[in-house]
Each structure stands twice: as structure tokens, then as C-alpha cells.
């Protein structure tokens, strides 16, 4: 999960929009908390178990239909497999303790997070403009995401409003990837299926000399 390579450039990623909507859940949850910083954790793990049900469905949808597009669909799979499992589990047991749920959180954005800056770097190699911007929100999600995990107290912010700060870093990184998906696919279609055939059996090529 923490890589996503594009396994044909040429190709258009199908369904770009799921992450704009993971990434506008994950912001919604954040913004959530934000409104409810006195709310104790139990009463949020509701809240929390939803977006994690509802990224992992969509994150095994996208997945598996761009399992020909994505050298790493299998991570991002196993990726949206945790999520979904990790909702599941949160939602039958809302009485999980404060000491466990940040930890939950902290991963959940973490991962999320690292695999966002996987698609970045995979976006500048295959040149698309504006990567940086993605890369920078994965790096701001990692890193809030390594504070709640490891020091929640960090700045005497309480460990509701870092959680907050995860959730949202990782949501913009989301968006920012739909973006950046559907401009490989508004540029893809002004493209001739002639010239996608050649570059197709070109990468063919490049990848039967790689395995040599």
C-alpha cells in the first residue's frame, strides 16, 4: 500500500473521483472534531469507524478496477482491506479505550498518507505538473500522523485537535491526487489509440529488458 506506480502512463486511471471523495469524508471528519474538541474519544469512535468503513470500501473499489493500470493494486487493496476491517472492529466495540483509539487513528492516517506521496512521486515520473503540492500534504499527513502516534501532547494541543489535523492533511492529499488522476485523464483522451498502442509496446519492451 505505501506504493502505487503507474503501470501505464498512457492509460487513464479509472474512477479518479474516488479519492476526491475519500479525501472530502476525511476532511468532514476532521473539521468534525474540530467542532467537538471537548467530545471524548469514545464518543468520536462512531464518527471515525464510519470513515474508515467508507474509505475502505471505496479504496477496494478503485483498487480492483484499476488492477491493469497499477503496478501496486494489491497494496492499495490490502489498504482499503484494513480500513474496512479496522471500521468494522471500531463499530463493534464503541467502548474502545482512549489509549487505543489514537493509535487506530495514527495509522490509518499514516498509511493513507505514505501512499499519497507514493502516487506523488509516480506522478512527477511520469511528468505530470504539480506534483509537488500532493507530495507536500502526504508529508504534513505523515508527519501529524507520527505526533499522534508518538507524542499527542506535542505544542499543548490535546490529542482531539492532532487527530483533527491528520484526518485533514490526509483529506487534501486525497483531493489533490483526484486532481491530479484526472488530469491524466482529460489528457489521455486527446491522445490516438495509434499512438497509445506504440507507447504501450514501447513500456512492453522497456519492461521484458528490465527482466532479463
Given at each position: 500500500?505505501?506504493t502505487?506506480?503507474?503501470?501505464?502512463?498512457?492509460?487513464?486511471?479509472?474512477h479518479?473521483?474516488?479519492?476526491?471523495?475519500i479525501?472530502?469524508?476525511?476532511?468532514?471528519?476532521?473539521?468534525y472534531?474540530?467542532?467537538?474538541?471537548?467530545?471524548?474519544y469514545?464518543a468520536?469512535s462512531?464518527?471515525?469507524?464510519?470513515?474508515?468503513?467508507?474509505?475502505?470500501?471505496?479504496q477496494?473499489?478503485?483498487s480492483?478496477a484499476?488492477?491493469?493500470?497499477l503496478?501496486?493494486w494489491?497494496?492499495?487493496?490490502?489498504?482499503?482491506?484494513?480500513?474496512?476491517?479496522?471500521?468494522?472492529?471500531?463499530?463493534s466495540?464503541?467502548?474502545?479505550?482512549?489509549?487505543?483509539?489514537?493509535f487506530v487513528?495514527?495509522?490509518f492516517?499514516l498509511f493513507f498518507?505514505?501512499?499519497?506521496?507514493?502516487w506523488?512521486?509516480?506522478?512527477?515520473?511520469?511528468?505530470?505538473?504539480?506534483?509537488?503540492g500532493?507530495?507536500?500534504?502526504?508529508?504534513?499527513?505523515?508527519?501529524?500522523?507520527?505526533?499522534?502516534?508518538w507524542?499527542p501532547?506535542?505544542?499543548g494541543?490535546s490529542?482531539?485537535?492532532?487527530?483533527?489535523?491528520?484526518?485533514?492533511?490526509?483529506g487534501?492529499?486525497?483531493?489533490?491526487?483526484?486532481?491530479?488522476l484526472?488530469?491524466i485523464?482529460?489528457?489521455?483522451?486527446?491522445?490516438?489509440d495509434?499512438?497509445?498502442k506504440r507507447?504501450?509496446?514501447?513500456?512492453?519492451?522497456?519492461?521484458?529488458a528490465l527482466?532479463?
Amino acid at each position: 500500500m505505501t506504493t502505487t506506480p503507474l503501470q501505464k502512463p498512457i492509460e487513464a486511471v479509472k474512477h479518479w473521483y474516488i479519492p476526491l471523495i475519500i479525501g472530502i469524508v476525511l476532511i468532514l471528519v476532521g473539521l468534525y472534531v474540530f467542532s467537538r474538541p471537548l467530545a471524548s474519544y469514545v464518543a468520536l469512535s462512531l464518527v471515525f469507524s464510519m470513515a474508515f468503513l467508507i474509505t475502505g470500501i471505496l479504496q477496494i473499489s478503485f483498487s480492483i478496477a484499476n488492477k491493469d493500470e497499477l503496478d501496486g493494486w494489491g497494496w492499495y487493496l490490502a489498504g482499503g482491506i484494513f480500513y474496512l476491517l479496522t471500521g468494522i472492529v471500531l463499530l463493534s466495540r464503541p467502548e474502545i479505550s482512549i489509549a487505543a483509539l489514537p493509535f487506530v487513528v495514527g495509522f490509518f492516517s499514516l498509511f493513507f498518507s505514505i501512499s499519497a506521496l507514493g502516487w506523488a512521486f509516480d506522478l512527477k515520473n511520469i511528468g505530470i505538473k504539480n506534483w509537488g503540492g500532493l507530495a507536500v500534504f502526504a508529508i504534513l499527513g505523515i508527519i501529524f500522523s507520527f505526533i499522534l502516534l508518538w507524542n499527542p501532547d506535542f505544542a499543548g494541543l490535546s490529542l482531539v485537535i492532532w487527530t483533527g489535523i491528520a484526518f485533514i492533511a490526509a483529506g487534501v492529499a486525497g483531493i489533490m491526487l483526484s486532481l491530479r488522476l484526472h488530469k491524466i485523464k482529460e489528457t489521455t483522451s486527446r491522445i490516438s489509440d495509434e499512438l497509445k498502442k506504440r507507447i504501450s509496446s514501447i513500456m512492453s519492451e522497456y519492461r521484458q529488458a528490465l527482466a532479463r
